[in-house]
């Protein structure tokens, strides 16, 4: 019998959809030790969060400093996995991506999700939030860069910043809460939300 989806703990009280926090994230961008062929990006072509790191990669010009392998973008109940064919570990011949999280961390039970910054040397996960891994690439990783761009530039952070938190919350974020939202009539209101965002980024 097929089974019923769930979002399991991502599941609010209400039905609604609550994102788990990604696990490893970045505060201080200048803290982290950056030189070529230290970082593995774990990324999944499915996964339009994975999406953002690898164009500002290849924006940046960052393909010889950052090394990259693709998970299969179809999965079964063990997740992200590497099944062959050009989705292989290059590094550890894993054959799940929650190895990655388990070498880590062993107790780790939340989602394994990418995308994932892999430090070679530590052996661990440093990033598995997109978000900071796009700000560590356009910041920190720019000396390491064969064409970098600013995408970042200082005085435009307070703005940049702002422009992140409404399309995060209204569209990137947004098309899940409401796709995942229970149809009650305060759910649905997550839908017009969307919508508002979609009009205001256009
Ligand atoms: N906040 C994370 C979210 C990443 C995310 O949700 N990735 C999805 C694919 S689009 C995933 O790997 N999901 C696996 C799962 O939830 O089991 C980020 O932006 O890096």
Known sequence: MAE?????????DDGS?????????????????VHE?????????ACPWAHRTIIVRE??????????????????????GFTGDGYEDPLHG??????????????????????VLWDKEQHAIVCNESADIIRLFATAFAPLASHPVELCPVALLP????LNEWTYDGLNDGVYKAGFSPPSGRLRGRGARCLRGA???R
């Open 4 to 12: 019923t989806f769930s979002l399991g703990r991502e599941s609010g």
């Open 17 to 33: 959809f609550r994102r788990q926090e990604s696990r490893w994230r970045l505060t201080r961008f200048d803290d982290v030790p």
């Open 37 to 45: 062929g230290r970082y593995h990006l774990y990324v999944a072509r």
């Open 59 to 80: 924006l940046m010009g960052l393909q010889d400093a950052v090394d990259v392998s693709f998970v299969d973008p179809i999965r079964d109940d063990r997740g992200w």
């Open 94 to 115: 894993w054959r799940f991506l929650s190895e990655a999280y388990f070498a880590t961390d062993p107790g780790y039970e939340d989602r394994v999700s990418v995308p």
């Open 159 to 162: 703005e940049i910043d702002a």
């Open 199 to 201: 009009r205001r980024a």
